[in-house]
């Protein structure tokens, strides 16, 4: 799936391909909202959240491959598993 053929899908269908496909990388919470990142296919996506007691809501998502949305979670990102030592 390319990044225009997942923009052009509805909020649920996004949040299925989400959950089903995407990689979890990062987490960004506040008071009664937060974000999440992930990695889907060849690019990112963005959850936008609420918090409400004991429910969570997804608000909105953004899909991006590089911008400076993805610098905030850049220090977040766990690359310790990486073998960046490895020769390709």
Known sequence: MTLLE???LDLT???EHVVENG?????IKAVRK???LYSLYS???ELE??????KSDVKATHAFRMSPRLDK??????ISELDINKAA
């Open 73 to 78: 979670y850049l220090a977040l990102i766990d």
């Open 23 to 27: 990689t979890p990388l990062a987490q």
């Open 43 to 45: 690019f990112y996506v």
């Open 6 to 8: 997942f923009e052009s």
């Open 49 to 54: 959240m609420t918090y409400l007691k004991n």
């Open 34 to 36: 937060g974000t999440l």
């Open 13 to 15: 269908e996004q949040l």
